[in-house]
């Protein structure tokens, strides 16, 4: 009846849902990330996308949660990872990538969705860019970094 009078509030409005897209080109150090997901901000009910982690720089990294729920899966390599003639083959079949190329890291990135309700998304934020490689970390050899999340492959 509300909603034919024209007295409905949107369900983003009455209990306070919202969403937004966490997006950086820099690695997670793994075990900042894992803390992180161990310790995980309970206004966020719902997250899906792609990550990139330090220690495995050539697999593009799947998060999938929905309430209790996480799952870390490997979602095949990166793009940049390919091999030269391969990696140039496709991104002159689909041009389009080079729009979100980066010239040190290729498509290597962090692309997360998150959907909560009363998220304090600049918090989130900010949790999250302290999971991040800082400046130093980013000169070093990676694979030097503890690693405690269970190994993952393409397919799991």
Same mark, same amino acid.
């Given at each position: 009846m509300?909603e034919l009078? #024209? #007295?409905h509030t949107p369900?983003?409005e009455?209990?306070?849902?919202s969403s937004?897209v966490?997006?950086?080109?820099? /690695?997670f150090? /793994?075990?900042? =990330?894992?803390?992180?997901? #161990?310790? =995980?901000?309970?206004?966020i +009910?719902r997250?899906k *996308?792609?990550?990139?982690?330090a220690?495995?720089?050539d697999?593009?990294g799947l998060? $999938?949660?929905? *309430?209790p729920?996480?799952i870390?899966? *490997?979602? *095949?390599? =990166?793009?940049?990872?390919? /091999?030269?003639?391969e990696?140039?083959?496709?991104?002159?079949?689909?041009?389009?990538l080079? &729009?979100? =190329?980066? &010239?040190?890291?290729?498509?290597r990135?962090?692309e997360? +969705?998150?959907?909560?309700?009363?998220? @304090?998304?600049e &918090?989130? #934020?900010a $949790?999250?860019?302290a999971c991040?490689l800082?400046? &130093?970390?980013m000169?070093?050899?990676?694979m030097?970094? @503890?690693d /405690?999340l269970p190994?993952?492959?393409a $397919?799991a």
């Amino acid at each position: 009846m509300k909603e034919l009078n #024209e #007295e409905h509030t949107p369900e983003t409005e009455e209990f306070g849902i919202s969403s937004f897209v966490y997006r950086r080109r820099r /690695p997670f150090h /793994p075990e900042r =990330w894992t803390n992180w997901l #161990e310790d =995980w901000p309970v206004d966020i +009910v719902r997250a899906k *996308g792609f990550f990139w982690l330090a220690t495995r720089n050539d697999m593009t990294g799947l998060l $999938s949660q929905a *309430g209790p729920s996480i799952i870390l899966q *490997g979602a *095949g390599e =990166w793009l940049a990872a390919y /091999p030269e003639k391969e990696r140039e083959m496709i991104l002159k079949e689909t041009p389009e990538l080079l &729009e979100r =190329w980066d &010239e040190e890291f290729g498509d290597r990135m962090t692309e997360l +969705v998150f959907i909560g309700v009363e998220m @304090k998304q600049e &918090e989130i #934020e900010a $949790s999250l860019d302290a999971c991040l490689l800082t400046e &130093e970390e980013m000169q070093i050899d990676w694979m030097k970094l @503890k690693d /405690p999340l269970p190994p993952f492959t393409a $397919s799991a």
